[in-house]
């Protein structure tokens, strides 16, 4: 770190950004975007900005990696090249694959693997441009595009990340308050189930402030997971409105 | 990384930790018997060979001269590797390293370098041209679980046995002059995974109790007690209140590891 010219937070509690503490960046959601995919979805959380492709349940390629008891799921995180500061090369990096395994962890206790022996849904994240929590963001498309696919779900996997800059814990870091704040606790969560499915962190945290990081990303991650319904409502909605719109005979 | 068990060796670990109690006979939040043995490999500037139960990990640490990265012109670079040897369990493979083996061997880079462990600041040669490179190398060389809590273990303990070549810069180009002096070190962290098992949480998890576990979060913790990584893994899930409950088990367990470390 070279050195820290502006503040992160001001004295009255406001960060950089001008959002307070406990507040989440704008969000867009949209599902049924990509017309070959079983399931899609598009999220703007920030700054970020990503596209979730979901397809089967059908057959696994390479063959022996089906299973006889159940579905398996597969998922690659990837970012464009083009999608932060200095060009990242294509080929995919040891954090990517990382990422595409948390995040298929994040995403399978919603799903019924055992109703479908024998098959595979591939989820596909492309990240067109990152800006911090991209992961989180990633997870609350993937849930999206999942149920877009018409696969059956336990619940929506919402995401959001918490963390402490200047000896404040914040709500939904940006890449900024990311890389020069002292901790990020990206956590996905099922309301439903009282469920946490991602849970990671780096930096320096006490254990009351990690627990309290922990509990303002949950409350995060119900804001964001009304977003997600009233996401896939207004799918059906928009449909409904084009069969109206159709004429009769 | 899974090994057939069967069904009734599944209900029957199952049974045992729903009883308080596991089958080779410890508590829940016990570990294994932990022996620690350092520099045994004498061509590498740092290592370490940890035996938790049957699991056995050796960490070989080198040190040579490289660039820094641009945007930390006078830091030293870590950089941290696992192997898993194809002779440590019939479910290894040689090749190229999957996503389990990235995935360990990044779970254990978070927890040096979130700690601030090594004072990176020292192994600057000359700013923004050339610093130690301090390359971690951790070779699994028999799986019984947790690999995770063995390698951070070993890794540390690897760093703390590690030797620096002096060094004196001559007409701008650096010579390597006799003798060592020890890796400045600030930090001991240490990684403690958690399993859940039939909504229990069971430490140290074994390679049958792998098996039948729906999830497991790892926490390293510094010496002040402080987490500074974390890492949930597996396809289940954690509730928040077994997630402090973990955090509460973890500080003390690392707390009593940290003694078993030489330094």
Known sequence: MNEKTEKLIDKKGIRLDGRKADELRSLKLEVGVLPNADGSAYIEHGKNKILVGVFGPREVHPKHLSRPDRMVVKCRYHMAPFSVPERKSPAPSRREVELGKVIRESLEPALFLELYPRTGIDVFIEVLQADGGSRCASITAAALAIADSGIPMRDLVAACAAGKVEDTVVLDLYDAEDKLGAADVPVAYMPNLNAVTLLQMDGILAPDEFEKAVDMAIDGCKKIYALQKEALKTKYMNVKEEIKEEPEE | MSTLITRVRQKQI??????????????????????????????????????????????????????????????????VNVELVPLASPNFEPGPPDENSIELARIVDR?????????????????????????????????????????????????????????????????????????????????????????????????????????????????????????????????????????????????????????
């Open chain 2, 111 to 263: 927890g040096i370098r979130e700690s601030k462990a090594i004072d990176n600041e020292k192994l600057c040669i000359e700013p923004g041209k050339k610093v130690f490179v301090v390359f971690v190398d951790v070779y699994v060389l028999n799986h019984d679980g947790n690999l995770i809590d063995a390698s951070a273990l070993a890794a540390v303990s690897a760093l703390l046995n590690t030797k620096m070549p002096n060094y004196e810069i001559k007409d701008g180009e650096v010579k390597i002059k006799q003798g060592y002096t020890p890796l400045p070190l600030r930090s001991h962290p240490i990684t403690v995974t958690i399993g859940k098992i039939n909504d229990k949480l069971v430490v140290d998890p074994w390679l049958e109790e792998e098996q039948v576990m729906d999830a497991r979060i790892s926490m390293a913790i510094n010496d002040e007690g402080n987490i500074c990584a974390i890492q949930k893994g597996l396809a289940g899930y954690f509730t928040p209140q077994q997630i402090k409950e973990a955090s509460k088990i973890a500080q003390e367990k690392a707390a009593e590891m940290r003694k078993k470390l030489k330094w």
């Open chain 2, 14 to 79: 199952g049974q045992t930790i729903d009883a308080g109690k596991r089958l080779d006979g410890r508590a829940l939040t016990d570990y294994r018997e932990i022996k620690i043995e350092q520099g045994l490999i004498e061509k590498a500037e740092g290592s370490a060979r940890i035996l938790l139960g049957k699991t056995e990990v050796l960490v070989g640490i080198k040190v040579e001269i490289g660039t820094p990265f641009p945007d930390t012109p006078n830091e030293g670079v870590l950089t």
